[in-house]
């Protein structure tokens, strides 16, 4: 066998080998690793018959979606949600990312509304097709344009910084495949409303948003 047969075929073996960050990602979803649990890695290893490298990718990428928390010296435990954190960072988004409804309507063009068409569209696909994890990135996409859209960057990095004071959200709440859909439609919704220049109905579809309501 030559290097790019054997090349061919280790691509081959990878792409039939579940990616461990979904495994241990739907087995905390699904409460089968509780909140507060600690993670393994050896245990991992058995768990899902993969060795240490894939274990520790596959943690260290849950670590940047905050489904998982890192204490060093000690090891990986899974993320227990604060509720009151969660509550008040929510009611901090509802009140940053409402005041610019007015921008986002104003500045969005014909393209730019086409652009988050696609990006709603395509999250809808994924509930179908994708795995949580695709779908954790098309919402985030989708959010980032949206709030791009009211022209201040350091209002786009600021709210990102303060999402990662929480667990990922609205990824920890997908606990069903309804929420999911809903927040597909959610969406397709506030595409309407900017399409439509309504600044009230995207105000009020992005606090419902915000708030999984």
Not at 43 to 57: G, I, K, M, Q, S
Not at 67 to 88: K, M, S, T, W
Request: proline share 3%; with cysteine.
């Amino acid at each position: 066998m030559n290097s790019l047969e054997a090349e061919a075929t280790a691509r081959a073996k990878e792409a039939e080998t579940p990616d461990v960050t979904e495994l241990i990602l739907q087995d905390i979803l699904a409460g089968r690793l509780p909140p507060g649990t600690w993670l393994k890695q050896i245990d991992l290893e058995r768990r899902y018959n993969c060795t240490r490298p894939e274990v520790r990718r596959a943690l260290d990428r849950l670590v940047q979606k905050r489904l998982v928390e890192h204490v060093p010296n000690r090891g990986y435990h899974v993320h227990e949600q604060d509720g009151r954190r969660a509550q008040e960072v929510s009611d901090i988004r509802v009140i940053l990312e409402t005041a610019v409804s007015d921008r986002i309507v104003a500045n969005a063009g014909e393209d730019d509304v086409a652009n988050l068409r696609a990006l709603a569209s395509r999250f809808d696909e994924l509930v179908l097709t994708g795995t949580m994890l695709e779908l954790y990135e098309a919402n985030l996409a989708f959010h980032r344009h949206l709030l791009a859209l009211a022209g201040n960057q350091e209002l786009v990095e600021l709210i990102t910084e303060i999402r990662q004071r929480t667990s990922s959200a609205p990824v920890s709440q997908w606990r069903t495949r309804a929420r999911i859909e809903q927040s597909g439609h959610e969406h397709q919704l506030m595409v309407d409303a900017i399409e439509k220049r309504d600044v009230d109905m995207l105000k009020e579809l992005t606090r419902r948003h915000i708030l999984q309501a």
